[in-house]
């Protein structure tokens, strides 16, 4: 019987897309195990979303997003001056370097855990990395959370201007009804590439090293990527340069999952005019969010904006309390896609190695 040596394992250890390729392509005994390490990958997928729709977040002490959230915060602190600076190359090399350290130290703890897994049966190893993979992604806080600004606006125009305050950085407070449900509509179509695709795609390409980087990226983007002043009092610090390269690096991981996303809302919406999605996601600061908010605006047919900055689909009407509900039930359906195509897969593999092609 062939054995997989240590070089091949550590070859293709973290990608489960590499798994996928070498059971495609090996000798048929070690095609075999290649395969059991892409239903691994697969059935941890399906843990992870089926832990987050029963249980939601851990515990903010068992989370590991927190304690990233916690070590780039003491590190801000270090990298970001007390006073404006321009063209601060020294924070932005501190800013880099401090970023590459701390996605080294990620990807290695994530990577030395892999190793440690039970393997046998190699269905516990699923089980396992979908445990691991869980905080990494973030789907029902998020519907929940965007739903609540929804339910607070019900009571009352201020009520909602301060759930929604919990969701995005911009000041809430002269925002009508319409643009509060604009504002929750474009947190759910972007959060959905960011919390939920994004992890699952650089979970596909790297693994849980790779999905747990990424993690790390979009919460340094949080905190350090917005130019200009930040925090209050002993806090506040001056991001222009200091948090330029975590919100470069941040768009450069999301460049294929914000794609992607576009592409599940337009598919799963019965199809978006493609030049007015192109034009909308052009219009936003960033390269990668007008593509799911413009995909999410065309297929509700509504309008999208930030007042004195973008507005999508300029041509759709005010969203309604219906529409904030459409649009979860249309992210909804790209989660369930996710979990029907690993079910698709799992048998299908499953049937071709039964079948003996493996």
Request: glycine letters at 8%; one cysteine or more.
């Amino acid at each position: 019987m062939t054995v997989i040596t240590w070089s091949e394992l550590l070859a293709w250890s973290f990608s489960p897309l590499g798994w996928l390729y070498r059971a495609l392509t090996a000798a048929p005994d070690a095609a075999v195990l290649w395969s059991q390490n892409v239903l691994c990958a697969l059935i941890a997928v399906l843990v992870a979303l089926a832990l987050d729709r029963l249980w939601g977040e851990p515990p903010a002490w068992l989370h590991p997003v927190v304690y990233m959230g916690k070590l780039l915060g003491v590190l801000g602190k270090c990298i970001a001056p007390r006073a404006e600076r321009s063209a601060d190359w020294m924070r932005f090399a501190l800013g880099m370097l401090s970023w590459c350290a701390l996605a080294a130290i990620v990807f290695v703890v994530y990577g030395a855990i892999l190793f440690v897994l039970p393997y046998q049966p190699w269905w516990l190893a699923g089980v396992c990395m979908g445990v691991l993979l869980k905080p990494l992604l973030s789907w029902r806080m998020l519907r929940d959370e965007v739903l609540a600004v929804e339910a607070a606006l019900q009571q009352s125009l201020p009520a909602g201007r301060e759930r929604l305050s919990w969701l995005v950085s911009r000041d809430t407070a002269q925002l009508d009804a319409a643009t509060v449900r604009e504002s929750a509509i474009e947190t759910l179509a972007e959060n959905l590439g960011d919390s939920v695709i994004a992890p699952l795609f650089w979970f596909a390409i790297a693994g849980l090293p790779g999905a747990a980087v990424y993690r790390l990226a979009n919460t340094a983007d949080a905190m350090w990527g917005y130019p200009g002043w930040r925090g209050q009092g002993e806090d506040r610090r001056y991001w222009q340069w200091a948090g330029k390269w975590a919100a470069r690096a941040d768009d450069v991981l999301n460049w294929v999952p914000a794609r992607l996303t576009a592409a599940w809302l337009a598919l799963l919406a019965g199809g978006v005019p493609w030049s007015a999605l192109r034009r909308d996601a052009r219009v936003t600061p960033s390269p990668n969010g007008g593509w799911p908010m413009g995909a999410m605006a065309l297929a509700l047919g509504v309008h999208l904006s930030k007042p004195g900055v973008y507005r999508l689909n300029p041509q759709g009407r005010a969203p309604e309390a219906a529409h904030v509900q459409q649009a979860v039930n249309l992210a909804s359906k790209v989660v369930v896609a996710q979990v029907v195509g690993m079910l698709i897969a799992i048998f299908s593999i499953a049937l071709w190695m039964e079948a003996g092609h493996a």
